[in-house]
């Protein structure tokens, strides 16, 4: 991979960019991948493109003949008039990431990682996941060729996400225990099975999932904006800051974006530690709540995450189940545009930081609609009040 390696954020150890290793062999730490800057990026080379991250060739990895797509990314970008009038901004813009082929983000990441895994021969990958995760790499091994295994945890994960892992064919391993701990059972088993692996603590994933800040920038042509994101393991929120900062590396922006982080209020580890201005993260054992995307407690990507949230002088905030459903439903009922629990989080929070006045009513906002609403047909996050005039002719609703 020409110019292309890996670097440790913790001592600065490099790694050739073939190397099959997830985190520092000499520190522990996380993995950075450092782009080719020798390469010449501009708005101008875009024009024609294909409608996929691999319009952004320059800036991603060189995989030749060898990419794995599903023609994953250009997610539409949406302007909400009438959501922005009632949250009370001048100007909200909706990113609908679960128009990627499976319903969700990961299939950014995936397109890169599982390009990735043939390219250093695996001929299995593996994963834990809260479900999209696990959607996403058995699709994308499906393409690929690759047998797939992955970790969930049981009953916890949507209707959905867990029928796409099974028709694409993967080996679907449920653990009695949380997120956090199928996580540490895959991670301690891929190398004894001979899988490649594709959590986003792989620095591959993120390579993949920085796009989507190339896109906004392409659709809205500026980058002095606050972008909305939920967060679990913050692999998305390190990728989306990473992003930025490489358009910033090919001098395409001068302008940096705040970025916002929003967790769940029982599955906040990242929120505890920025409002405490601690050094170091205390995970939390028993994460709990309805947006099981993000039911995480030792996010990962921690450090990537805190550093986004800092260096691009932003917020974390953390928002009740009950808002992330009023948030969801208000979405909904007002632009005609759903999502999955966690989506609707960006929502949440970004009326709770507008009414306690963190984000001004001047500014724009763009949301990041993680995942799909169909992933997630619960019901318990759709009680409407039924016009009584039905139910006294005999309708019944439900
Ligand atoms: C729909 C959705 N939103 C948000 C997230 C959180 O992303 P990250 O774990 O990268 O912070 C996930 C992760 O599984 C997700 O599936
Ligand atoms: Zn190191």
């Not at 949406?78 to 922005?84: D, G, I, P, S």
């Not at 002095?224 to 922006?253: C, H, M, R, T």
Request: proline residues 3%; charged residues 25%.
């Amino acid at each position: 991979m020409k110019n292309f390696s890996l670097r440790c954020i913790g001592c600065g150890a490099e790694y050739g960019a073939n190397e099959v290793v997830y985190t520092c062999s000499r520190c522990g730490d996380l993995l950075d991948v450092i782009v080719d800057t020798d390469r010449v990026f501009s708005r101008d080379l875009l024009r024609g493109r294909v409608e996929s991250i691999w319009r952004y060739a320059e800036l991603l990895p060189d995989f030749g003949d060898g990419v794995v797509s599903l023609g994953e990314g250009f997610t539409r970008l949406v302007r909400c008039e009438r959501l922005a009038r009632i949250l009370g901004v001048k100007e909200l813009y909706l990113k609908l990431e679960g128009l990627n082929p499976t319903g969700s983000f990961k299939d950014r990441g995936m397109s890169v990682g599982v390009s990735m895994a043939l390219r250093i021969g695996a001929r299995r990958v593996m994963c834990a996941s809260t479900g999209n995760t696990s959607a996403s790499l058995a699709a994308y091994s499906a393409r690929a060729g690759l047998e797939c295994i992955v970790l969930i945890p049981e009953g916890k994960v949507a209707i959905g996400k867990l029928f796409q892992a099974r028709i694409h064919g993967a080996k679907v391993y449920q653990v009695r225990g949380n997120f956090d701990e199928a996580l540490s059972i895959a991670f301690r088993s891929a190398s004894e099975t001979g899988a490649y692996f594709l959590n986003s603590v792989n620095p591959w994933r993120i390579e993949g999932q920085k796009t989507v800040s190339f896109e906004i920038w392409e659709q809205l042509g500026r980058t002095d904006i606050n972008v909305v994101v939920p967060v679990g393991n913050s692999g998305n929120i390190s990728a989306i800051w990473k992003g930025f900062k490489e358009l910033q590396l090919y001098g395409v922006i001068d302008d940096f974006p705040r970025l916002v982080g929003v967790q769940a209020k029982g599955a906040a580890p990242i929120v505890e530690l920025l409002t405490n201005n601690a050094s170091s993260i205390r995970f939390w054992d028993n994460p709990e709540t309805i947006a099981t995307a993000i039911r995480i407690g030792k996010p990962v990507n921690w450090k990537k995450g805190v550093r986004a949230v800092k260096d691009s002088r932003g917020i974390a905030v953390s928002v009740s189940d009950d808002e992330i459903l009023d948030g969801l439903r208000l979405l909904a009922t007002t632009e005609g545009v759903a999502c999955e629990p966690a989506g609707a989080s960006t929502i949440a929070g970004l009326k709770k930081l507008l009414d306690e006045g963190r984000i001004g009513r001047d500014e724009t906002a763009v949301c990041i609609l993680t995942g799909n609403a169909l992933k997630d047909p619960s019901e318990h996050l759709v009680s409407w009040n039924t016009p009584m005039i039905l139910e006294s002719l005999g309708a019944k609703p439900i």
